[in-house]
């Protein structure tokens, strides 16, 4: 699995093309796509958080992937 993390009020990339996007079509590669509603640029901001967005995120996949609880307040 390959987790996919963007922010569709990402100022560079528009977020639209995510949503559009069919991701249960990519046979070769599960793609898990975490479409963050605001942080920035390619999700990685994440404003009045202790610890990176980026960090959140990953934790959070590895426990869904995984099936086990994160232990993370974020």
């Known amino acids: 699995r390959v987790l996919f993390r963007s922010a569709l009020d990402d100022p560079w990339v ?6 559009a996007y069919d991701w249960a079509s990519v046979q ?6 975490l479409l963050l509603q605001r942080g920035g ?10 610890r990176p967005l980026s960090d ?3 934790v ?4 869904k992937v995984t099936n086990t609880p994160t232990g993370v307040d974020s």
Do not use: D, K, S
């Open 14 to 19: 528009p977020g639209g093309i995510y949503r």
């Open 28 to 33: 070769t590669l599960p793609l898990t796509p």
């Open 41 to 50: 640029h390619v999700g990685f901001h994440g404003r009045g958080l202790e």
């Open 56 to 58: 959140l995120a990953v």
């Open 60 to 63: 959070e996949f590895f426990a």
